[in-house]
């Protein structure tokens, strides 16, 4: 430690020695910070380029638009996945080199009820890219994760919650859910309370799977009002049950 103590002095020293007391800057608290203004880029800027997407990849991109947050959002086809990627991430004035989210929806109503969501991020622009595409149930969708690494536990817990399947993926496997784990968590038809529950069993000294047993009451359970379903379960309030009596006694009569 004392040797640290000399060695910082000495350092000192010479730097003050070589560097007179006026040409040294000293930063005081009043001075106040300059504030750069956010260099976001143009919307207009970003829709000239989705317009010049489309004009280059005319097989692939079938719509571009701008979000409400002022976003490029780009709509291809599935076979397009890894060329429009490719493109974006590689051409000089785009430079998307992060896939932050890979994500999906599910709207069972449509043909293709899965619309995959990947979300772009350039760095250099300071700009995002948001892509769209859509498949269904037994339609895979080409792996991105040659072009980007992050994609590769993003499309596997697609798969593990949606059962989107992403060919060419180097490990296609759960992620989230246990690996005997039947169905795909997030599909709009699967039901809320599962196929199985876990519990410990200690005449077996380990964990068990079983059927789920859902109580009456609960079968019928409704979001809109849910403790209007259990009045077993619950005591109304003293003030209640007297305004309750009081609306009975001056009910009139029919």
């Not at 007179?20 to 800057?25: R, S």
């Not at 638009?65 to 990627?85: A, D």
């Not at 993926?169 to 169905?183: K, N, S």
């Amino acid at each position: 430690k004392q040797w640290y103590q000399r060695r910082v002095a000495i350092t000192a020293g010479d730097f003050f020695k070589d560097h007179p007391v006026k040409d040294v800057i000293i930063r005081r608290e009043e001075d106040v910070a300059e504030i750069k203004p956010t260099d976001y880029p143009d919307p207009e800027k970003l829709r000239t380029f989705g317009q010049y997407v489309a004009a280059i990849l005319p097989k692939y991109v079938q719509d571009v638009k701008m979000t409400h947050t002022n976003e490029l959002e780009i709509l291809i086809h599935p076979s397009g996945v890894v060329p429009v990627m490719g493109m974006l991430r590689d051409h000089t004035n785009a430079q998307f080199k992060a896939l932050m989210e890979l994500t999906a929806v599910d709207v069972p109503s449509r043909q293709y009820r899965f619309e995959l969501v990947y979300c772009l991020l350039s760095h250099a622009y300071n700009a995002r890219c948001i892509v769209k595409t859509y498949t269904d149930e037994l339609t895979p969708v080409d792996s991105v994760t040659a072009l980007f690494k992050s994609a590769d536990w993003a499309e596997r817990e697609v798969w593990d919650m949606y059962g989107v399947y992403f060919a060419g993926h180097p490990d296609l496997r759960r992620i989230l859910t246990d690996y005997g784990f039947e169905g795909h968590p997030q599909r709009k038809d699967f039901p809320l309370t599962g196929f199985t529950e876990v519990r410990y069993d200690n005449s077996l000294g380990r964990v068990v799977y079983e059927p789920v047993e859902v109580a009456q009451e609960f079968r019928r359970f409704e979001l809109d009002m849910p403790w209007e379903l259990f009045p077993n379960y619950r005591e109304a309030p003293a003030h209640l049950l007297e305004a309750q009596e009081t609306a009975e006694e001056v009910k009139p009569e029919k």
